[in-house]
């Protein structure tokens, strides 16, 4: 069975830090892929980055990218220069192979203060 | 371009009604889904399909029933409505069912029985 942890309920970060966001995954599987997903107040969820298991190099789009360490089964959102728009719900995702559904974290609220 | 359209966006329900929530894509996705979300529980899924006229059981099946008769529709149908299915129920497609395809979501409904 897959699994995902986000260990931190919610994070306070100042306008302009970068911030990581923590996500552990569990699984049996060697081929997997890893989804992070915004969701803001407005309750959409948008789709921000997405890692293979057989990626040797970290993804990244924009201000966004995944420090993915595949031994310690970890794949963190880091987010470069925070800004307030950036104030949301954050959730960490896995599919595995068979892909009939995508397993998500409980989610990381992240503030970003100005 | 309208993507995955959920309706309705909002709806309250009185214990032991029914009702069915539609979900519609235009993007001629094989793979439909539907989870639910509940606050310190992520995402769930209740029921997926991987083409018309095929459909499965996700985490949280029950008291809910999915048809699938045409590639673009997956309407959700609640039973008898109870007040655990308080929730906000998210309508979400892909092409296929690979590890490295993205979902995309609805904008959601707002369920609340009373």
């Known amino acids: 069975a897959q699994k995902i942890t986000q260990t931190q309920p919610g994070m306070f970060v100042q306008e302009k830090e970068a911030v990581t966001l923590d996500c552990t995954y569990d699984?049996?599987?060697?081929?997997?892929?890893l989804f992070w997903y915004k969701q803001p107040s407005s309750g959409e969820m948008i789709f921000l980055i997405y890692?293979?298991?057989?990626?040797?190099q970290n993804a990244t789009e924009g201000r966004y990218s995944l420090n993915f360490q595949k031994a310690r089964k970890s794949a963190n959102l880091v987010i470069s220069a925070s800004q307030l728009g950036d104030s949301a719900m954050y959730f960490c995702a896995m599919r595995g192979p068979g892909a009939q559904k995508l397993v998500f974290g409980q989610g990381t609220r992240l503030t970003i203060n100005p | 371009n309208a993507g995955v359209t959920q309706t309705p966006k909002f709806q309250v329900l009185k214990t032991g009604q029914s009702m069915t929530l539609q979900c519609a894509q235009d993007m001629n996705h094989e793979y439909m889904s539907w989870y639910r979300q509940d606050p310190g529980m992520g995402l769930r899924l209740i029921h997926y399909s991987v083409g018309a006229g095929i459909t499965d059981q996700g985490e949280v099946p029950n008291g809910y029933n999915v048809s699938r008769s045409t590639t673009e529709d997956f309407p959700l149908r609640l039973l008898s409505a109870a007040p655990s299915q308080t929730s906000v129920y998210f309508c979400a497609s892909s092409f296929g069912g690979l590890t490295n395809e993205k979902l995309f979501f609805g904008s959601g409904t707002q369920l609340s029985v009373l």
């Open positions: 699984t049996s599987d060697q081929s997997y892929g």
């Open positions: 890692q293979g298991s057989y990626d040797e």
